[in-house]
């Protein structure tokens, strides 16, 4: 069975730095597509970042230069590293991913149950 | 960027009544479209993909249709677990795969 679980999710001030886990079973990290999804308060779900199996990354613009994707095979971990943090950052932070067999759709189909980041002085 | 459009923002339904959910996009997509149940301190959950495929382990009674620009959700029976907040996102082509403003379903 497919299961992901969130941590790191806390308390930060404008300018810091943050990095959510996402422990994953039932599968590795390195033969799918991973994937970083946030939902601030009272807002629409927002796409924040992908890898794809074979490495590729890419960034929503609102993330791009201050956060970075990562996974590791060992710990079979998705990370998300969080720098210079926002107020606007403030989200829960969900993984995501998307099995092979929907890799052609890009359709991520099991998700975490997030980690809330608050950023706020 | 994908613009996503959806309608209503929120409806009032009873149990058993038939529920409709629009989502509209900014240019064609084709039918990479998908929809999710959200609710809260819950892993959200894919209902429907590609805009007419069911997932598997999801009730029959979550019908999704469309191509192109125009795609709809139909719960055919409201349950009392179907109350909340349901999205549209679409996977076409590269990032972002953006997400429709969402409706919420309250009793």
């Known amino acids: 069975e497919v299961q992901l679980v969130e941590s790191g999710g806390g308390l930060v001030q404008p300018g810091g730095s943050l990095r959510l886990s996402c422990e994953v079973s039932?599968?590795?990290?390195?033969?799918?597509?991973l994937s970083w999804v946030r939902q601030a308060p009272g807002k629409r779900p927002e796409w924040v970042s992908v890898?794809?199996?074979?490495?590729?990354?890419y960034y929503a613009d609102s993330v791009k230069g201050r956060f970075t994707i990562s996974r590791d095979a060992a710990k079979n971990t998705l990370y998300l590293q969080m720098n210079s943090l926002r107020v606007d950052d403030t989200a829960i932070y969900y993984c995501?991913?998307?099995?092979?067999?929907?890799?052609?759709?890009?359709?991520?189909?099991?998700w975490g149950q997030g980690t809330m980041v608050t950023v706020s002085s | 960027d994908i613009q996503m459009t959806q309608s209503p923002s929120s409806l009032s339904a009873s149990v058993g009544d038939r529920v409709t959910i629009s989502c509209r996009t900014s240019q064609s997509i084709s039918s990479n479209l998908n929809w999710f149940q959200f609710k809260p301190g819950r892993a959200p959950k894919l209902l429907i993909y590609s805009a007419s495929a069911l997932q598997t382990g999801v009730p029959s009674r979550f019908r999704g249709s469309g191509s192109g620009t125009d795609f709809t959700l139909t719960i055919t029976s409201l349950q009392p677990e179907d109350f909340a907040t349901y999205y549209c996102q679409q996977s076409y082509s590269d990032p972002p795969y953006t997400f429709g403003q969402g409706t919420r379903v309250e009793i």
């Open positions: 995501a991913y998307c099995p092979r067999s929907k890799v052609l759709v890009k359709v991520f189909d099991v």
């Open positions: 039932g599968f590795t990290v390195t033969s799918n597509y």
């Open positions: 890898i794809y199996s074979g490495g590729n990354r």
